[in-house]
């Protein structure tokens, strides 16, 4: 798939934006205002709530990266944003609020529809894009993963072999195949765990870190819900990245 960028512009600071279309998949690239090298890359992962929603976090992540000397990149995800909708996906979603609503507890089976689908249609998305944005100039490698869903870093940490380190979230429902999975990562990882998640099974997230194989792996733990990531949380996963990615 061709990469053709729609937009460009500058931000305080010189870093620069350009949303760009790979297929029929947007995303948006963002890169140091000045390098005399090509620069590591970062792709910051992001629930499925859609890119416009997501964006003042997302470059809020990026120019943090480019003062690093990073680039940053993301994607819409299937079904989200201005992509097409996806039926089984908007039952799955239905079926999460039906429960919640209820006051019952999330079965896997709602777990299985809602997340493995997903990892399927955006793990080789994600890897055209990398293939797209390691052929620009500009850009080299390493190549670090931070984010969510939580199912898709992992997937990536085991199927891309140039994802070298990955910042995870712990805030997404993890289906059971995805443990087997993680037995098989070996990066580097710096996990982020909010405390008092109120939508995740903090069990659930500490098995997972548990079952990764990577021989460096650091569980990071704050009290506070969802949205609750301390400012400094930020501040040790640029470190971790610095570390593993220059």
Known sequence: MALHFTSEQRLDGGVLEREFTLGEVPGILWTPPSASAPAPLILLGHPPLGLDRMYPRLVARARHAAADGFAAATIELPGSGDRPRWAALEQARADLRRAG???????DEIIDALILPLVDEAVPEW?????????????GGPVGYSGGVISIGVRLAVAEPRVKAAVLFAGSFVPRAMFEEARQVTIPLHVLLQWDDEGNDRQAALNLFDAFASTEKSLHAHTGGHTGVPQFAGDAAAQFFTRHLT
């Open 101 to 107: 609503e209820a006051g019952e507890p999330v079965s």
């Open 127 to 139: 890897q055209a894009a990398l293939d797209a944005l390691l052929s620009l100039p500009e850009i």
